[in-house]
């Protein structure tokens, strides 16, 4: 009695395994980059570039207060990605750190019950900054003849 063995077919596991690496490479979503940490958007609105370079084009807008995961450091260029993931860079100089946020958040508190030493009117729009240095972040624009109650100088 004589067996006739047939030979194995290896060609659907090859068609499995180059599909496979196929649909893999076809992956739509980039490789994404990790956290290298978090920080808040400072200006009232933030443009997030596609590059460093101030002429790239612009990916997204984010407001005062949205949390950004920081991806990477440039000298004071930081590349960021927003909570709709879109990933751009901005100045570092225009983010604030967690401890400032909750600053902030305390501040607003705290002003809530101050007393209004005043009513003042600006002559010029105003930017309301994080801390009294111009270089800080500013969050808030108040208009040109606009009223405000005074609470505080420094």
Request: hydrophobic residues 35%; contains cysteine.
């Amino acid at each position: 009695m004589e067996s006739k063995a047939q030979p194995m077919n290896r060609v659907p596991g090859f068609c499995v395994a180059s599909t496979l690496l196929f649909l893999a490479a076809c992956n739509p979503e980039p490789v994404r980059l990790p956290s290298l940490g978090e920080a808040y958007v400072g200006p009232a609105s933030l443009s997030v570039r596609q590059d460093i370079s101030l002429q790239s084009p612009v990916v997204a807008t984010v407001s005062h207060g949205e949390r950004l995961e920081i991806l990477q450091r440039r000298r004071r260029l930081v590349k960021v990605r927003t909570p709709l993931r879109a990933e751009g860079w901005t100045d570092e100089r225009l983010l604030l750190s967690p401890a400032e946020v909750s600053s902030l958040r305390r501040l607003s508190e705290q002003s809530k019950s101050a007393p209004s030493q005043g009513v003042a009117t600006t002559y010029e729009a105003l930017n309301v900054h994080t801390a009294p240095d111009a270089h800080s972040p500013s969050f808030l624009q108040v208009k040109e003849g606009e009223k405000v109650d005074v609470i505080g100088h420094r």
